[in-house]
C-alpha cells in the first residue's frame, strides 16, 4: 500500500520517464539495437514499472497514474515479450528473387489445391458450353465473348485502326489494378474457411474453360492462344498464387492436423501470405502491360507464332522462376 | 462473453487492461479516414492532370494508379508509421495493437488493410460491423485474421476540484487512518462514479438527487464507517463531497 502517493510519484518518474524514453527510440526505429547493459536497464526499467503499477492499483482514486502506467507497461511488453524477428530493411531485389519463390514452393500444396479447383472449373465451363451453347450468355461476364468467336476473329484481323490507339497506357493501369483487386479478394476470402477462395477459383476456371471451347469448337485456336497466352502465362498463375495465399489462410483457420492455438496458427503464416499477394501484384504490372501492348494485337500486325512464342517462353521462366530461384542462398546459408 | 476490455497478464504477474473500441467509434474514425482518402485522390488528380499537357494517355494511367494506390495504401502506411494509427484513429483516440499486446508487425498491418475487401461487403462495412458486433474482442474478420486488436485510449481531463469542493469544511480528514483505509478499499471505477455523481448534481430531478447521494452514502458507510461526530450533522451529499475530497485532492 502507498502511503504518500505524491513522494511515491516524485521517486518514480524519472525511472518511468528513462522507460518511455527507450520506447520511443524502440518504436522509431526498427534497426535500433539495445547492447546487453542498455538492454539490463531496459529490463530493470519495465519490471519496475510494473511493480508500481502494481501498487498503484490499491490506490483507489488515482485513475490517470495507472493507466498512464498501464500503456507504459503495455508497450515495454510488447517490445520485451516479442520473438518474432524485427522487420530489417526492405531489400526489393532480395525479397523477390528469394523470399516470393521460397515462399510459394513452401506452400505448394495449397497452389495444386488452387490449380485443381480451377480445372474443375475449366472442365465444368467447357462442358457447359459443348452440351449448351446458349449458356454462353450465363457464362460470360463480358459482352464481347458472348458473341460468335468467327466473326469478332474476322472484325479484329481486319481492323485496319488500331482500337487501343491513345489510350493504351490507361487501359493498362486498368487491367493492373482491377487483377490486383481481384488477386486480394481471392486471397480474403479465405476468411470463409476457404470456401470464399473455391468458389472465385472455380468461377474463374469456368470462365476460362467456356471461353477456351467456345473459340476451339469455333476453329479459332490459332486465335485464341495467341490472343490468350502472352499475358495469361503470367495472370493466371498470378490469380493461382493469390488462390494459393487464400486457401493457406482457409487451412489455418480449419487447423487440420494442427494442435497449436488458432492464434500462433495465424501467426505462422502471416508472413507467408503477405509475401504471396505482394510477388502477385508484382507479376500482374507485368501482365497488364503485356495484355495492353500485345495481347490485344493480332494477325496480320503481329504473327500468332510469335505471341504463341513469347507466351510459351514467358510461361517456362515463370515455372523456372518459381521452382528454383532463392535456392542455391538458401543451401548457403 | 463479450467485454470492452482485454486484460493481459504478464509473465511477472502484472495485469493491465486494455479499453476495447467498439464498431461504432470504429465506424466514425473509418470516415474520416474517407474523407481523407478523398481529399487526397483530388488533390493528386489534380497534380497529375498537369501530365496531361505531355500525354492525356499516361495522365488518366497515373490517375488509376495513384487512386488504388491511395485506397489500398492509405491505412497501411499511416498504421505503420504512426504505430497503429491513422488519422481517422488519431482523431478519435484509436490504435491497432497486437492481440497479445506484442509490437506490431508489418505483415499483420497488411493483412489487417488487405481483409478489407471482406470486411466492407456488401457496403459499409457491413460484415465487418456484424464481426465486431459478435466477436469477444470487437475484432472485425481482418483484425481476426491478422491478431489484432483496436483500443482506445481517452484523454483525461484534469478536473479542478477546487471548485467543485470550494469552501467546504471536510470532518473526515480528523481522521488520517481511516482516509488511508478508504482510499484503499474503494475502486478507481467507484471513486469516478462518486466524482460523476457531484458534477452532474445539478442536472438531477430532485427527488432523484436525494435517493442517489442517501444510496451512494449508505455503500461507502459500508466501507469505511467514520464515527458519529465527524458525520453528525451533514447531508449525504456532504458526505459524498467529503469522500471524494479524501480520494482525488492532492494533499501536498
Known amino acids: 500500500m502507498i502511503i504518500d ?56 482514486s488515482e485513475l490517470e497514474i495507472r493507466r498512464y502506467l498501464e500503456s507504459l507497461v503495455a508497450r515495454a511488453y510488447g517490445e520485451i515479450h516479442e520473438t518474432r524477428k524485427r522487420p530489417h530493411r526492405f531489400a526489393p531485389v532480395e525479397w523477390f528473387f528469394q523470399t516470393f519463390p521460397r515462399t510459394f514452393r513452401r506452400q505448394i500444396n495449397a497452389f495444386w489445391l488452387s490449380l485443381a479447383v480451377t480445372l474443375v472449373g475449366c472442365a465444368f465451363g467447357g462442358a457447359a458450353i459443348a452440351l449448351d451453347p446458349a449458356a454462353k450468355e450465363a457464362l460470360m461476364p463480358f459482352s464481347h465473348l458472348q458473341g460468335d468467336p ?167 521462366l515463370l515455372a523456372v522462376f518459381l521452382a528454383r530461384s532463392g535456392r542455391k542462398e538458401k543451401n548457403e546459408n | 462473453m463479450k467485454t470492452n476490455s482485454l486484460l493481459i497478464k504478464t509473465p511477472e504477474g502484472i495485469v493491465f487492461s486494455l479499453m476495447l473500441a467498439g464498431p461504432v467509434t470504429r465506424f466514425l474514425a473509418w470516415t474520416v479516414d474517407l474523407a481523407c482518402i478523398s481529399a487526397m485522390t483530388t488533390a493528386a488528380s489534380i497534380a497529375v492532370s498537369l501530365l496531361g499537357l505531355i500525354s492525356s494517355d499516361f495522365a488518366w494511367a497515373m490517375m488509376v494508379l495513384v487512386f488504388f494506390a491511395i485506397s489500398i495504401g492509405y491505412g497501411m502506411l499511416t498504421e505503420w508509421l504512426w504505430r ?15 492481440e497479445q499486446g506484442l509490437r506490431l508487425q508489418p505483415s499483420q498491418i497488411v493483412i489487417r488493410n488487405l481483409l478489407r475487401f471482406v470486411d466492407s461487403l456488401p457496403a459499409f462495412y457491413l460484415v465487418g460491423g456484424i464481426a465486431c458486433l459478435s466477436s469477444r474482442r470487437s475484432q472485425r474478420l481482418g483484425d481476426f485474421a491478422a491478431n489484432t486488436i483496436v483500443i482506445r485510449h481517452p484523454q483525461i481531463a484534469k478536473l479542478d476540484l477546487d471548485q467543485l469542493l ?64 465527524a458525520t453528525e450533522g451533514i447531508s449525504d451529499e456532504q458526505y459524498i463531497r467529503n469522500i471524494v475530497d479524501i480520494l482525488f485532492r492532492d494533499k501536498t
Open chain 1, 5 to 60: 502517493l505524491n513522494k511515491f510519484v516524485t521517486e518514480e518518474r524519472p525511472h518511468w520517464n528513462a522507460l518511455d524514453e527507450i520506447l520511443a527510440r524502440l518504436e522509431e526505429d526498427p534497426g535500433y539495437r539495445l547492447d546487453l547493459d542498455q538492454a539490463r536497464r531496459f529490463h530493470y526499467l519495465y519490471e519496475r514499472a510494473s511493480a508500481d503499477l502494481a501498487k498503484i492499483a490499491t490506490f483507489s
Open chain 1, 150 to 316: 468467327g466473326e469478332r476473329v474476322a472484325r479484329e484481323e481486319q481492323a485496319q485502326e488500331d482500337r487501343l490507339s491513345g489510350r493504351k497506357a490507361t487501359f493498362s493501369s486498368f487491367l493492373m489494378t482491377h487483377n490486383t483487386k481481384v488477386s486480394i479478394l481471392t486471397l480474403a476470402m479465405g476468411i470463409t474457411w476457404g470456401v470464399g477462395t473455391v468458389i472465385l477459383l472455380f468461377y474463374n476456371g469456368v470462365i476460362l474453360g467456356a471461353v477456351s471451347l467456345d473459340y476451339i469448337l469455333a476453329g479459332k485456336t490459332a486465335f485464341l492462344v495467341g490472343w490468350l497466352l502472352p499475358h495469361g502465362a503470367v495472370e493466371i498463375p498470378s490469380i493461382l498464387i493469390a488462390g494459393q495465399a487464400g486457401l493457406l489462410l482457409g487451412r489455418t483457420l480449419i487447423g487440420r492436423d494442427d494442435r497449436q492455438p488458432l492464434q500462433l496458427r495465424l501467426r505462422g503464416i502471416s508472413r507467408d501470405l503477405v509475401t504471396l499477394i505482394t510477388g502477385v501484384a508484382v507479376l500482374l504490372v507485368w501482365a497488364g502491360f503485356i495484355e495492353s501492348f500485345l495481347s490485344q494485337y493480332h494477325e496480320p500486325v503481329i504473327p500468332y507464332s510469335i505471341k504463341i512464342g513469347f507466351g510459351v517462353v514467358e510461361i517456362t
Open chain 2, 166 to 229: 470550494a469552501g467546504k469544511f471536510n470532518s473526515f480528514l480528523k481522521h488520517p487512518h481511516l482516509a488511508a483505509r478508504l482510499r484503499q478499499n474503494v475502486s478507481p471505477q467507484t471513486a469516478g462514479v462518486a466524482l460523476q455523481a457531484l458534477l452532474r448534481r445539478e442536472d438531477l430531478d430532485p427527488v432523484a438527487r436525494v435517493e442517489l447521494f442517501s444510496e451512494m452514502t449508505s455503500f461507502f458507510r459500508s466501507l469505511v464507517e467514520f464515527p458519529p461526530e
Open chain 2, 84 to 98: 497503429g494509427q491513422t488519422l481517422g484513429k488519431r482523431l478519435l483516440h484509436l490504435r491497432v495493437m497486437d
